[in-house]
C-alpha cells in the first residue's frame, strides 16, 4: 500500500514537472499553421497563451510573420514567400510526422488564401491588402463585438 502511495506521489511530480517544462517552452500561438474556425484562429494567434487573443496580438503576430515572409524584403510578398511561410510554420507543426493529405491540401489551402488576399491580383501581397482582409476577418470572428477574439464567440456557422 505504502510503495502504491509513493508511487502515486512520484507520478504526480513528473507531471507536474512536465508541464512545467511545457510551459516554460510554450511561446508564441499553439498553432502555428492552419485550420479554420474559432479554435484555430485562436491557436493562431494567441500569442501568450490565455485563451483570448486581443487586436494586439493579432496585428502583432501578423506583422511579424509578414516579415518574416518577405525573405527579399521588398516590402511585399509573393507567393512562393507567402507559401513558403506558411510551409515553415507547418513543418514545424509536423514535428518530424510523415506528410500525409492534410498537409498537402494545406498547402494548397495557402497558395488559395494567397489570391484571396491579393486583392488587386497583381501577384503582390502588399501590407494594406493584408491588413484590408484581417480586420474584416477579425471582425468578423469576433461575433460578440468586444474588440477580442475568445471562445466566447462561439464557433460560427
Ligand atoms: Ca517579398
Ligand atoms: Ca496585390
Ligand atoms: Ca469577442
Redesign the pocket.
Known amino acids: 500500500m505504502k510503495t502504491q502511495k509513493s508511487r502515486l506521489v512520484i507520478a504526480a511530480v513528473v507531471a507536474a514537472m512536465t508541464a512545467t517544462a511545457a510551459a516554460a517552452a510554450a511561446e508564441g500561438p499553439a498553432a502555428p499553421a492552419g485550420g479554420h474556425g474559432l479554435s484555430a484562429f485562436i491557436g493562431g494567434y494567441d500569442a501568450n497563451r490565455d485563451g483570448v487573443v486581443t487586436r494586439e496580438e493579432y496585428d502583432a503576430v501578423r506583422k511579424q510573420r509578414f516579415a518574416a515572409a518577405d525573405t527579399n524584403r521588398d516590402g511585399w510578398l509573393s507567393e512562393d514567400e507567402y507559401v513558403a511561410e506558411f510551409e515553415g510554420r507547418l513543418k514545424q507543426q509536423y514535428a518530424g510526422r510523415a506528410q500525409d493529405d492534410s498537409y498537402a491540401g494545406s498547402i494548397k489551402q495557402a497558395h488559395v488564401r494567397f489570391n484571396i488576399l491579393d486583392t488587386d491580383h497583381d501577384g503582390k501581397l502588399t501590407v494594406e491588402e493584408e491588413n484590408a482582409i484581417a480586420d474584416k476577418t477579425f471582425k468578423r470572428t469576433?461575433?460578440?463585438?468586444?474588440g477580442?477574439?475568445?471562445k466566447?464567440?462561439g464557433e460560427k456557422s
Open positions: 469576433d461575433t460578440n463585438g468586444d477580442k477574439v475568445d466566447t464567440d
